[in-house]
Every structure is written in C-alpha cells, then in structure tokens.
C-alpha cells in the first residue's frame, strides 16, 4: 500500500539492513525536544509467501518551521559519529530526493547540515 504524495512524510530515513539500529536512532530524534512527537517508525510490509522483495524499515520525520531540519541533522551526525559498525543511512525527501550518509565516512557534519537542509525544504525553497 502506497500512500498518496500529500500523506507522505517531509523526509523517510532509512538504515541499510539494521533494524536495531533504526529503532536506535529513533530512540536519539525523539529524544530531541524538536523532534519530539514528529517521529514515527515504520515497519515495512512484509512479503506475502513466495514474493521476493527487500524489507526496509523506514522512520517518518515530520517538521515544520523552526530549525526542526537543523536539530535533525546534527542528531543524526552524533548518531552517526557514535556508530560502531559500518552502516549506511539513506535520507529521502518527499519528491524522492536522497541522501546517502556511509558511517565510515562522515567528517562533515557541516556538510550534512547543507544536504538534509536542502532535502527538508526541496530545492526550489530558501533554507
């Protein structure tokens, strides 16, 4: 069931096969006063018998004004940095816009800002 493109989330971010991790990083955003009550996670369908398919784990980050897209991205930089395993972060806008962050190579967070800023408010809308 797909939804339709006004119920879809500002921004759906994604880990690479690591459920646990997900949960965990959902943990840190709602920790956030921010944040707090704009996210939610989202269990992916789950193939019926003898469909193939990769299951993903999603959480949905919904903000408005007011620096919500700042708080996210320094979170989700911290979170990163204290990562132990390599991971992979996909970030995807509602126009379907993305954002690859690999754990293993995330020095800029300053860069990260710039790339979720620019997803959370689409490019045609100043930051």
């Not at 293993?104 to 800023?117: N, T």
């Amino acid at each position: 069931m797909s939804l339709s493109p006004a119920e879809e989330p500002p921004l759906r971010i994604s880990v690479d096969d690591r459920p646990d991790d997900l949960r965990s990083l959902a943990d840190w955003l709602r920790r956030e006063d921010q944040l707090r009550g704009r996210v939610s996670f989202r269990p992916a369908a789950r193939p019926g018998d003898g469909e193939m398919g990769g299951v993903v784990d999603v959480l949905s980050v919904a903000f408005g004004a007011g620096g919500a897209g700042a708080v996210l991205a320094g979170t989700l930089s911290t979170w990163l940095a204290s990562r132990r395993a390599d991971l992979k972060v996909t970030v995807t806008a509602r126009d379907g816009a993305k954002v690859e962050l690999d754990a293993r190579r995330v020095r800029d967070v300053a860069e990260v800002l710039r790339e979720l800023e620019r997803l959370a408010h689409g490019p045609d809308q100043p930051e």
